[in-house]
């Protein structure tokens, strides 16, 4: 064959093999292939890096301090406790604390807070949050020193202190206050920091800052906010004037050593005869006080004991309406319910549609808070239509909210919620009685 032809045959053969459909690759060589295409698309190594000694430890420290600091704020998000009394007795929510008459008692929170109840005060801690509490002061004076909170979350309520008809909004502060209930009077002493009391009508609030002073009376339709040095001089006793008016008993005493020292032997021998009272002038009285000047000044036990041995019954014959209300309380907060009982009851007989009557119903509905909860609401219920406005109209709105809660009454509880919010939307309870009304029923 020729070279020519053996060249024209190659071209044929070519031509027919490139006609032809290309072979099927082994599953060899398509994992092979597979393995090439995953090297390209995965990304280029880099090499590791050894952290020096000195940067771990830090890493590690840094650790360390983080989970600290998470642990101690995980447990300070808790709910804040509290102790009763100077043995730091565990306090009870709800429960009436009654200082001593002759001593004060303390009230200690876990975050430093510390209220100290003067002599005869009353007071309850009602709640309890992670940046705060409430409490409410029945009558008397105290002091508080509330810690500012830390970190206070959105729908986190801060201190409050109620009284009577008045609320007192703290953040970080320390103050004196005090609340007659019998007299309605608010009297509060700033000396640090801030709050807002509001109380009386809807809307009527002052915020004090630091060196204020505030009295406030709802009867008295008057609010007075002054200087701590200002209220001092007005508040300032009679006696005080006289006494920078006229000499010291010490001056009194050392100016009459002089002249009996400077005095003849004959002069200083001689006693000087006691004055002679005058015609028809009352003898000077060595009576002891009775029992509603020892109730007012807040020594109970010795009212209690007085009013018992001039006859109970005879006392409470001829009291006043306001005396009525005291002798209830005398005997109520010596454990008598049954004689405080007979007292608001004859208030409630005698003086019927007096403000000492209300008053009368609003004692009679606490005394009966644990012996008998129905008869409690009925009376609550029974001052606020006498005295919708009266002293104790804020305490017994939350003594009804309060009671409906204990009852466990679904459907009485959202009615309660329901005028709570229409009388109190800024009370103690507000927060609590929406979260009712939101949920579905």
């Not at 929170?109 to 801690?125: I, K, M, Q």
């Not at 320390?174 to 109380?199: C, I, M, N, Y």
Request: with cysteine.
């Amino acid at each position: 064959m020729t070279e020519s032809k053996l060249a024209e045959l190659g071209a044929r053969v070519a031509a027919h093999e490139d006609a032809l459909p290309p072979p099927a690759p082994s599953e060899q060589t398509r994992r092979l292939l597979a393995e090439r295409a995953a090297a390209r698309l995965r990304p280029p190594r880099v090499a590791r890096r050894a952290f020096p000694l000195w940067a771990r430890l830090s890493l590690a420290a840094l650790l360390s301090v983080g989970l600290f600091v998470l642990s101690e704020a995980v447990s300070w998000r808790q709910p804040l406790s509290f102790t009763v009394g100077t043995a730091g007795q565990a306090g009870l929510l709800m429960a009436w604390e009654s200082a001593p008459p002759d001593a004060q008692l303390p009230i200690r929170f876990s975050d430093g807070t510390y209220v100290e109840l003067e002599p005869n005060a009353r007071a309850r801690v009602v709640a309890v949050g992670r940046a705060g509490a409430e409490l409410v002061i029945e009558s008397g004076r105290a002091h508080l020193a509330v810690v500012p909170a830390r970190l206070r979350l959105p729908g986190e309520s801060a201190w409050r202190v109620n009284l009577g008809p008045f609320e007192v909004e703290v953040k970080g502060t320390r103050f004196d206050v005090q609340w007659d209930p019998h007299a309605g009077e608010l009297a509060l002493d700033l000396l640090e920091g801030k709050v807002t009391v509001s109380g009386c009508e809807s809307g009527q609030a002052h915020t004090l800052v630091a060196g204020q002073g505030l009295r406030a009376s709802c009867r008295e339709r008057g609010w007075t906010v002054l200087a701590l040095s200002e209220l001092a001089q007005r508040e300032a006793p009679a006696t005080a004037v006289a006494e920078e008016l006229s000499p010291t008993a010490a001056v009194q005493e050392h100016v009459s050593q002089a002249f009996v020292e400077e005095a003849p032997p004959a002069v200083k021998a001689a006693p000087k005869p006691p004055p002679r009272p005058r015609r028809g002038a009352a003898a000077p009285s060595t009576s002891q006080p009775g029992w509603q000047q020892l109730a007012r000044d807040g020594h109970y036990q010795a009212a209690y004991a007085a009013a018992l041995a001039a006859g109970f019954e005879r006392v409470s014959a001829r009291a006043s309406a306001g005396e009525l209300v005291l002798l209830g309380d005398t005997a109520r907060l010596q454990g008598d319910v049954e004689r405080a009982r007979q007292a608001y009851g004859s208030a409630r007989e005698r003086f019927a549609g007096s403000t000492a009557a209300g008053n009368a119903a609003f004692a009679l509905g606490r005394l009966a808070v644990e012996s008998d909860p129905g008869e409690a609401r009925r009376w609550f219920e029974q001052y606020l239509r006498e005295q919708p406005r009266g002293a104790f109209a804020a305490p017994a709105d939350d003594w009804l909210f309060e009671l409906a809660a204990r009852a466990g009454d679904a459907e009485r509880m959202r009615d309660v919620a329901s005028s709570y919010l229409r009388r109190r939307p800024a009370g103690a309870h507000a927060a609590d009685a929406r979260r009712i009304l939101d949920a579905p029923p």
